[in-house]
C-alpha cells in the first residue's frame, strides 16, 4: 500500500465551509505498509509537509473494511494555499468523497 508517507481518510472544514481547516491524516510506518491510527493535522501543516517533499494520497474505507487508495494530494496556490487531488484552474478542492468529522 505504502505510495504515500501519508493517507487522508476524512477532512474538515472551517465554520464556513469555504475550505478545508483539519484532515485526518494515517502515517505510514516506516519500513512497512502499516497505517498507523488517524491523527489530526491542520492544513497549513499539510502544505508544509507537501512543500518539504511528502507525499500524502486520499483513502476511502470500502464497505469490507478495506482501505481504497484515492488521488495524491496537490497544493493549489491562488490567493491562499489549497489542498487538492487534481489540478485545475478550480479553488474547490475535490475531496469531497471523504466523510467529514
Do not use: C
Not at 7 to 19: G, K
Not at 74 to 90: C, E, G, H, N, W
Amino acid at each position: 500500500m505504502a505510495t504515500s508517507d501519508f493517507y487522508v481518510s476524512a477532512v474538515n472544514y472551517n465554520s464556513d465551509e469555504t475550505h478545508i481547516a483539519k484532515l485526518k491524516v494515517h502515517e505510514v510506518k516506516v519500513g512497512s505498509d502499516t497505517l498507523q491510527p488517524a491523527q489530526e493535522m491542520t492544513r497549513p501543516k499539510v502544505i508544509e509537509l507537501i512543500e518539504k517533499g511528502k507525499k500524502f494520497t486520499t483513502i476511502i474505507r470500502k464497505s469490507d473494511g478495506n482501505w481504497a487508495i484515492g488521488a495524491p494530494l496537490q497544493i493549489a496556490p491562488v490567493t491562499t494555499k489549497y489542498l487538492k487531488t487534481k489540478s485545475d484552474q478550480t479553488t474547490k478542492d475535490n475531496l469531497e468523497n471523504l466523510p467529514s468529522f
